[in-house]
């Protein structure tokens, strides 16, 4: 729909998109409509709640005592985004940031952060990454968020959590399967793409991981990519190989 | 060479590499090794001139008034990066360092900013994307260095620049070709990955762009990805795919 792609774009989850419906916003939303976006009553915005497709909508009323949106009518049909999930480590803050933002702009329905062997970073802000990932879901335009997990222990989440669906592990310096085999094999298949630390992992995790049938080893490539490199890689290589 | 694989790794250009050859470093190499990484007279690194393979080289002297590397043997031979350009309109600083990043990390040959109707920067340190795009070379552990050219204008780089390569051309909000049918059909050619500015190419641009006949259109996705996701999603979309 090139005629609104100008247009804000929120998610509001907590309301239900019925056609001349209304409801109010949350205090920062408000807050970004008014003062960061500059918008009044009157002005049209693009709405989604991750169920009921993308809608239009006018601002009934936005002043500092209330904000209160009302449904125009839908635009887009509520799609799905593809069932991948992504379980990488903490990195320092910049490039952590970046992987939840990427993995949501490309799609990924669920990020686990995992502590791994050579992990440094121990502490997360779930609530500030979930943050990142819902300003890239409205940005990106897609119709759901991507979830934030809190941080797990790598080989909990690989033997109990990731149990029923195939995971695609990157590993560099050693001669495993071809990508884009790998990925033609598992199509329409649940998967989970699982990305190292800095420094990699540690040999003892790299024979525990490859020791699950359901792990699928495979290589990037040649060269020796940062943790948020791979991943965009992976990921973006995954759905493009899928089209 | 995963015996070597934490050993520094420095890219000499002006050296050839000849068993049992000294020569000099640069002084800001000098100052890295011994400064920031501090390194002294005996211990061993990486070095590679984008001509004679990756050597082991060990420190000769490393003081305030000289540094002199020797060359111990080969590690591995020359290998040529694929000949992939990225054609990119430069956007914000941190994004755009990005770009250089990450385009030289998955193995481009050169890297063309290029001036779009949409741009909004308007000039580039040519030399500190050059040292960007060298220090991921190092990191990456490539064997050459992508080239960063002057900013030119995206018109006139596309008509005699890349006449004789395949432009990808990546398009959102348009039904085109999928990514990976295009670049299957292209396997082996000589590419160029063009990648537009924040609020996209101008309907003016688009018409020009597409009806030269060396250009393909594909698109990366439904979702709308920032210039930085695209240009890593397409770079390393193609890679994956040549695999």
Known sequence: ?????????????????????????????????????????????????????????????????????????KLLEQKQSSDIWVLASPVKKEAFDMMIQKSCE???????????????????????????????AEQSERFDVMIVEPLMDLKKVLKSVCCERNVIFCIERVEVASFSETVKKLAGKPLAILIGPEGGFSSQEIDFIQGLEYVNAVTLGSRILKSETALIAALSGVQLLEN
């Open 106 to 136: 490309l799609g990924a329905a669920k990020f686990i952060p995992v502590t791994c062997a050579h992990t440094v970073v121990h502490r997360i802000n779930q609530e500030r990454l979930q943050a990142i990932a819902i300003e890239a």
């Open 1 to 73: 729909m090139k005629k609104y792609k100008r247009l804000v774009r929120l998610y509001i989850p907590d309301a239900d998109f019925v056609c001349g419906e209304k409801f109010g916003i949350s205090e920062g939303q408000a807050h970004y409509l008014r003062n960061v976006m500059r918008k009044s009553a009157g002005e049209s915005l693009r709405v989604f709640n991750g169920r009921d497709g993308e809608w239009l909508a006018t601002i009934a009323e936005l002043n500092k005592k209330s904000a209160l949106l009302e449904l125009t009518h």
